[in-house]
């Protein structure tokens, strides 16, 4: 049987339902860091605080995650969505060889719900898929970048090269792909969306905000247009504007869209684009 590979997004709505519902199972003493914290800056000095915190034995994890044991769909808006899909298709995966990859923003906060969710699953996605052999990926975390335009591209270049690439590779040795784009930020789980579609993933879901069930995306035949790839496959290396121009490259369309930069008269592929033309060629 063919294996299987579930990437998701991860966001901030563990603390955002402890907060709500469960901070009497808070201890008192981290009741006020807490509060509030599924809608911290990203800047904000707690986030470091949380990334401390993230990991099975501390006090304050450890409290939030017998929450998240007892409640997982309720607590986590991932869980809802990740066991929703694995109940709707839990005659297809039985012992199938099941890979679980969580995708955190770059927040402390997004980090320490991540690595919650990943215990759960280690822990308990086990008997849920009928003897299914779980195997979970360490939740990746998003380099920050100054939290800017920048940002964005590094954060790109961080999803093609980890997530991306993932999905590629397994769906060359026949695995079967689905992401779930629930979570996180929004321009996060839209990207994740588009560049899982274009390495081939055979679907997306999440849960509907009406309804709260899970509805899977038809997947589209996307590609990269064909004048941006091929112009983007000869910027391997620095190129002249002009020499560019010449044979009709659009170098002002390719800059406007964010494919490439124009540093001392040369024209740069952006990195994540060059990784990611490598995965879809």
Not at 62 to 69: F, K, P, S
Not at 130 to 135: E, I, K, L, Y
Not at 184 to 212: I, M, Q
Not at 241 to 258: F, H, I, N, Q
């Amino acid at each position: 049987m063919a294996g299987v590979l579930v990437v998701s997004t991860v966001g901030t709505s563990i603390l955002g339902n402890v907060e709500t519902k469960w901070l009497d199972r808070v201890p008192e003493k981290y009741r006020g860091l807490v509060k509030g914290s599924s809608r911290l800056s990203v800047t904000d000095e707690r986030q470091r605080e949380f990334e401390a915190r993230a990991h099975p034995g501390d006090e304050l994890f450890d409290a939030v995650y017998r929450v998240l044991e007892a409640s997982p769909r309720e607590a986590s808006a991932e869980l809802n969505a990740l066991l929703g899909f694995l109940e709707r298709r839990k005659g297809s995966l039985a012992g199938a060889d099941v890979e679980l990859m969580f995708y955190s923003t770059d927040t402390g906060t997004g980090y320490f719900c991540a690595r919650l969710v990943e215990r759960y699953a280690r822990e308990r996605l086990r008997g849920a898929l009928g003897g299914a052999r779980v195997q979970v990926q360490e939740p990746v975390k998003l380099k920050k970048f100054g939290w800017g335009y920048e940002y964005f591209h590094e954060a790109l270049l961080d999803m093609v090269d980890k997530a991306a690439r993932l999905m590629a590779n397994k769906k060359r040795s026949g695995y079967r792909v689905y992401v779930n784009a629930t979570a996180g930020f929004k321009v996060e789980a839209a990207y994740l969306t588009l560049v899982s579609l274009l390495v081939g993933a055979d679907s997306v879901f999440y849960v509907h905000e009406a309804t709260r069930d899970v509805i899977e995306l038809p997947v589209l035949p996307l590609g990269l247009k064909a004048k941006y790839a091929d112009a983007l496959r000869e910027l391997r290396e620095p190129t002249p504007r002009g020499a560019l121009e010449r044979r009709g490259v659009s170098v002002e369309e390719l800059e406007e869209k964010g494919l490439v930069e124009v540093r001392d008269g040369l024209v740069v592929a952006r990195e994540w684009v060059r990784k990611l033309l490598e995965l879809v060629e």
